[in-house]
């Protein structure tokens, strides 16, 4: 697969993406746990079907110490029981969060209740854009036809 557009030559896609590292910077630095948004951004680029970004969260995760058992099952993540109810419940926030147009709510008021009983305001503010944002830089790569498999742990940070 070749990509139709080389971010990293083109002027104008690299003053974006400079933009868009910088959120990325923001979000690591929150305090939603790394490993929860790890699995968030996982899970919205599944459901997506971006492979690059399922490319990049896997290994980086994996490179964090995230267990292949849990990066495995994230996709299975009802069915599984390494999680945490925490992670579920953030697993099911971006699930709703991506599947806007299947559900026509977004997040329900029952789902955003239950993730305000693990995270606090600053945490689902992180949840809110980290879903919102994995969720353009999926289309972005979906669009242009990102190729993955490739990527090395770091490589944007």
């Excluded at 110490?65 to 419940?89: K, Q």
């Excluded at 029952?110 to 969720?135: G, P």
Aim: hydrophobic fraction near 45%; aromatic fraction near 8%.
């Amino acid at each position: 697969m070749d990509a139709r557009l080389n971010y990293f030559d083109n002027p104008t896609a690299g003053k974006v993406l400079k933009q868009f590292m910088s959120v990325g910077r923001a979000f690591r630095e929150s305090s939603l746990p790394a490993a929860t948004q790890e699995l968030v951004a996982l899970r919205v680029s599944q459901i997506n079907g971006c492979a690059a970004c399922v490319d990049l969260h896997t290994k980086e995760a994996a490179a964090a110490g995230e267990s292949s058992v849990r990066l495995n099952l994230v996709a299975a993540w009802r069915e599984a029981t390494v999680f945490t109810e925490a992670e579920r419940v953030a697993l099911e926030f971006a699930e709703q969060g991506t599947r806007v147009a299947d559900a026509g709510t977004g997040v329900s008021d029952e789902v955003w209740a239950n993730a305000a009983k693990h995270y606090d305001e600053e945490q689902l503010t992180t949840l809110v854009f980290l879903v919102s944002f994995m969720n353009a830089v999926n289309r972005l790569n979906i669009i242009t036809c990102q190729p993955a498999g490739d990527y090395q742990v770091g490589q944007f940070h």
